[in-house]
C-alpha cells in the first residue's frame, strides 16, 4: 500500500518534532582567557523539553588531553543534591552559580585559579529521556615572573658583550624589551636585539656602553622588569699579570726553600747535641787517681831497693815481710785505725844492727790519714 504524498510529509514532519525535543543548552564563549588568580564563570544554561520527566543530573568534568586517561568529574548535582568537594585538586574553589540548578542554570564558579586549571571543560544535563552536553576551553595564564637580568663574558672594551634577562615564570609567549635609562638613553649603536631570547649582543664594546639598562618581560596578561647596571672596563694588561704570576710563584718557592733549610739545620744541630751529650757521660774518669800515685811511688822504690842490694843481702831481705807486699786499693782506702802493724821482729831491730848486716837505708814515704803521700 503506497502512501500519498500530503500524509508523507505529515510523518516526516512529526519525526523532525520528535528529534528537536529534549533538553538545551546554550553557553556564552566557547572559549576564555584568564589571569592566574582571578576567577571565572564557566557558563552553562540549560532548558526542559516537556518529555524530559525523569531526575536530573549535572555533571561537570575536566577532559583528559590524552584519550588514555579517564576523565576527572569536578562537580556534580544529582537528586536534588549538590556535590561540590567531588575533586580534591579543586575543593573549596568550585561551586554551582545557582543555589537551585533544577531551575535551569548549570553554570559554575572557579576561583584562585592555577596554570594546572587549564583545559577542556564539558557540562553534561541529562533528564530522561533527554541528554545534552557542552564543551569549552579554559585557558589559565600566568604573568610572567620578575625576570633576572645578567651579563655573559667579559665587560672589556673591545670585547663582544651579552645581556641577558630571562623569566622562569609566565604564560608564553613572552616577549622582552631593553632600554638604558642612563646618559642618553638610546642603546649602542652596535647592539644587536633579540625579543624572544631576552638577549642584547654589543658587540666591540666601548666604555659609551657603561650605565643602567631595563629589561622588561611581557605576555597578554602582565609585565615585570629587572635593572642591570654595565661597567665596561679598560682591557686588562696580560703581560704584567703573567709576569706578577712568575714572581708570586718564585718567591713562595723561596721561602718555602728557606723553611726547609732552616728546619734541616735545626735538627742537625739538636742530634749534635744530643750525641755530645751521650760521649761526655760516657768519657767520665774514675775518681782514684791518688792511690794509683802512691802506688807507682811505692812500686818504683821498691825496685830501687832491690837493685841496691847484693846477693848477700837479698836472703836477709826476704826476712822483711812488710816490703814483700805492694799495698792493694783496699789497703790504702782503710783508715788509719785499721792499718795492720808492723811484724815485731823488725821493731826489735835497729839501726845499727841493719847496718852491720848490710842493709841499705831507703826513704819510705809518708802518708796522710787518707792514704795520700806527703
Given at each position: 500500500?503506497?502512501?500519498?504524498?500530503?500524509?508523507?510529509c505529515?510523518?516526516?514532519?512529526?519525526?523532525?518534532?520528535g528529534l528537536a525535543?529534549g533538553?538545551e543548552i546554550?553557553?556564552?564563549?566557547?572559549t576564555?582567557e584568564k589571569?592566574?588568580?582571578e576567577?571565572v564563570?564557566?557558563d552553562?544554561?540549560?532548558?526542559?523539553?516537556?518529555e524530559?520527566?525523569g531526575p536530573?543530573?549535572?555533571?561537570?568534568?575536566l577532559?583528559?588531553?590524552d584519550?588514555?586517561n579517564?576523565?576527572?568529574?569536578?562537580?556534580?548535582?544529582?537528586?536534588?543534591?549538590?556535590?561540590?568537594?567531588?575533586?580534591?585538586?579543586?575543593?573549596?574553589?568550585?561551586?554551582?552559580?545557582?543555589a537551585?540548578?533544577k531551575?535551569g542554570?548549570?553554570?559554575?564558579?572557579?576561583m584562585?585559579?592555577?596554570?594546572?586549571?587549564?583545559?577542556t571543560?564539558?557540562c553534561?544535563?541529562?533528564?530522561?529521556?533527554?541528554?545534552r552536553s557542552?564543551?569549552?576551553k579554559?585557558?589559565?595564564m600566568v604573568r610572567?615572573?620578575?625576570p633576572?637580568c645578567f651579563?655573559e663574558?667579559?665587560?672589556?672594551?673591545?670585547?663582544d658583550i651579552v645581556?641577558?634577562c630571562?623569566?622562569n615564570e609566565?604564560?608564553?609567549?613572552?616577549?622582552y624589551s631593553?632600554?638604558?635609562?642612563s646618559d642618553s638613553?638610546?642603546?649602542p649603536a652596535?647592539?644587536?636585539a633579540?625579543?624572544?631570547?631576552?638577549t642584547?649582543n654589543?658587540r666591540n664594546?666601548?666604555?659609551s656602553a657603561?650605565?643602567?639598562y631595563?629589561?622588561v618581560a611581557t605576555?597578554k596578561i602582565g609585565?615585570?622588569d629587572?635593572i642591570?647596571?654595565l661597567?665596561?672596563?679598560p682591557?686588562r694588561?696580560?703581560a704584567?699579570?703573567?709576569a706578577a704570576?712568575i714572581?708570586?710563584?718564585l718567591l713562595?718557592?723561596?721561602i718555602?726553600?728557606?723553611?726547609?733549610f732552616c728546619c734541616?739545620r735545626a735538627?742537625?744541630k739538636?742530634?749534635?747535641?744530643?750525641e755530645?751529650?751521650n760521649?761526655?757521660?760516657?768519657?767520665?774518669p774514675?775518681p782514684k787517681s791518688?792511690?794509683s800515685?802512691a802506688?807507682s811511688?811505692?812500686?818504683g822504690?821498691?825496685?830501687s831497693?832491690?837493685?841496691s842490694m847484693?846477693?848477700?843481702?837479698?836472703?836477709?831481705?826476704?826476712l822483711k815481710?812488710?816490703y814483700?807486699?805492694?799495698p792493694?786499693s783496699?789497703?790504702y782506702?782503710?783508715p788509719?785505725?785499721q792499718?795492720p802493724?808492723?811484724p815485731p821482729?823488725a821493731?826489735?831491730?835497729?839501726a845499727?844492727?841493719?847496718?852491720?848486716?848490710?842493709?841499705?837505708p831507703?826513704?819510705?814515704?809518708?802518708?796522710?790519714r787518707?792514704?795520700?803521700?806527703?
Amino acid at each position: 500500500m503506497e502512501l500519498s504524498t500530503p500524509r508523507l510529509c505529515c510523518v516526516l514532519l512529526s519525526l523532525l518534532a520528535g528529534l528537536a525535543s529534549g533538553v538545551e543548552i546554550t553557553s556564552t564563549s566557547p572559549t576564555m582567557e584568564k589571569a592566574s588568580g582571578e576567577s571565572v564563570k564557566l557558563d552553562c544554561q540549560f532548558t526542559l523539553a516537556p518529555e524530559d520527566s525523569g531526575p536530573l543530573d549535572i555533571e561537570w568534568s575536566l577532559l583528559s588531553s590524552d584519550n588514555q586517561n579517564e576523565d576527572k568529574v569536578v562537580i556534580l548535582y544529582s537528586g536534588d543534591r549538590a556535590y561540590e568537594d567531588y575533586y580534591a585538586p579543586m575543593k573549596g574553589r568550585v561551586h554551582f552559580n545557582s543555589a537551585d540548578p533544577k531551575n535551569g542554570d548549570a553554570s559554575i564558579n572557579l576561583m584562585g585559579l592555577k596554570s594546572s586549571d587549564s583545559g577542556t571543560y564539558q557540562c553534561k544535563v541529562k533528564k530522561a529521556p533527554g541528554i545534552r552536553s557542552k564543551k569549552m576551553k579554559l585557558i589559565v595564564m600566568v604573568r610572567p615572573s620578575k625576570p633576572r637580568c645578567f651579563t655573559e663574558g667579559p665587560t672589556e672594551e673591545g670585547k663582544d658583550i651579552v645581556l641577558r634577562c630571562e623569566s622562569n615564570e609566565g604564560t608564553k609567549p613572552l616577549q622582552y624589551s631593553w632600554e638604558k635609562t642612563s646618559d642618553s638613553k638610546l642603546l649602542p649603536a652596535s647592539a644587536v636585539a633579540d625579543p624572544v631570547g631576552g638577549t642584547i649582543n654589543v658587540r666591540n664594546a666601548s666604555a659609551s656602553a657603561s650605565g643602567s639598562y631595563r629589561c622588561v618581560a611581557t605576555n597578554k596578561i602582565g609585565t615585570d622588569d629587572c635593572i642591570l647596571y654595565l661597567n665596561v672596563t679598560p682591557p686588562r694588561n696580560t703581560a704584567g699579570i703573567i709576569a706578577a704570576s712568575i714572581i708570586t710563584v718564585l718567591l713562595i718557592l723561596i721561602i718555602i726553600a728557606i723553611i726547609l733549610f732552616c728546619c734541616f739545620r735545626a735538627r742537625n744541630k739538636k742530634k749534635y747535641e744530643k750525641e755530645i751529650c751521650n760521649e761526655i757521660r760516657e768519657d767520665v774518669p774514675p775518681p782514684k787517681s791518688r792511690v794509683s800515685t802512691a802506688r807507682s811511688f811505692t812500686v818504683g822504690s821498691q825496685r830501687s831497693s832491690l837493685g841496691s842490694m847484693s846477693p848477700s843481702n837479698l836472703h836477709e831481705y826476704a826476712l822483711k815481710p812488710q816490703y814483700d807486699k805492694i799495698p792493694s786499693s783496699e789497703e790504702y782506702d782503710r783508715p788509719p785505725s785499721q792499718v795492720p802493724l808492723p811484724p815485731p821482729n823488725a821493731a826489735r831491730m835497729a839501726a845499727p844492727n841493719l847496718s852491720r848486716m848490710g842493709a841499705i837505708p831507703v826513704m819510705i814515704p809518708a802518708q796522710n790519714r787518707d792514704g795520700s803521700i806527703v
